[in-house]
């Protein structure tokens, strides 16, 4: 996919209660082979509660209603989630990483060709 990101950020004090992160890329473009269209996506668990965010780039346009939904569906039904980022707060990317702001960068997913 061509530039599609999803950044999440959670507050430092958390990090310890982050656990099984985890991301994924879907395409959905012409035959699920080109990059122009899709969603990125991270989920992860805050103590024992599972969160899943998405970020999508769907088909323009009133009368593409019938795509999109197929789309969303495929999305949702078909994400393939990596196996569990370790959490290390000194990594960069994939990772919790802290600020002087008092948030930390949970993970930064993208997507591009």
Known sequence: MVGI???VFARTELSPMLS???RATIP???GGMLGN???VAVRFKVCDTSVCFVSA???ANTRKWPQRNKNVADILSATPFTQPIKVAATAASSSITNSSSGTSSLVST???S
């Open 20 to 22: 099984e992160v985890q």
């Open 5 to 7: 990101a999803l950044l």
């Open 57 to 59: 780039h769907l088909a």
């Open 37 to 39: 269209k899709g969603a």
């Open 110 to 112: 993208s997507s591009s």
């Open 28 to 30: 959905t473009g012409k």
